[in-house]
């Protein structure tokens, strides 16, 4: 799907233009995206294997789930509308807790693409089994949990792996460090 979205500059401020998803990736526009990670409070983190069918990172593993922000829809409205789409799970606004935004910029396909989004990062609890997840096949592959030392593990290895976005390291010792401190209070 093709959706509207706000465009804004290189620091992130609204520009009150919006544009087409399609349009903003080829033209290098700047706009938000959310990422929700979801934890368990036994300890775990829930991944997203992106669909096959997927044109950026098919198969690997990354963020519960993420996507583009559409125009005139908050942050929070995003992130829970994306939740429901991608697992089938329907958070409150109260459960997101906002955590960061990372500027990525990176171009895809011979610079056909060219992705500059500014990632508004949430955590939530997942409160609910694995098992009633539902979740969206053009999205999503599969999903499944892993520990924290897993995911360690499992990035730490990932220039050979093939199992996560090996240039967003950075990104995911952040992420795997803001879960552990937050579940452990």
């Not at 990525?104 to 060219?114: A, L, P």
Request: glycine share 4%; charged share 20%.
């Amino acid at each position: 799907m093709d959706e509207i979205i706000d465009i804004v500059d290189k620091n992130g401020k609204p520009t009150g233009k919006t544009a087409l998803k399609s349009e903003a990736h080829t033209k290098g526009l700047y706009h938000n995206t959310i990422h929700l990670w979801l934890y368990t409070s036994n300890g775990e983190i829930l991944l997203q294997q992106r669909s096959h069918k997927k044109l950026i990172f098919p198969l690997l593993w990354d963020v519960s789930a993420a996507g583009h922000i559409d125009a005139g829809e908050t942050f929070i409205q995003a992130a829970l509308r994306e939740t429901k789409e991608e697992l089938g799970v329907q958070l409150e606004a109260n459960n997101l807790k906002h955590v960061g935004v990372f500027l990525h910029e990176t171009s895809y396909n011979d610079g056909t693409i060219q992705d500059n989004e500014f990632h508004q990062v949430f955590i939530a609890k997942l409160k609910v089994p694995i098992t009633d997840l539902v979740i969206q096949e053009s999205e999503v592959e599969a999903v499944k949990l892993v520990s924290f030392s897993e995911f360690e593990t499992l990035l730490n290895n990932s220039k050979t792996n093939n199992h996560f976005v090996s240039s967003n390291t950075d990104y995911y010792k952040f992420i795997l460090k803001t879960i552990q401190n937050i579940s452990s209070t």
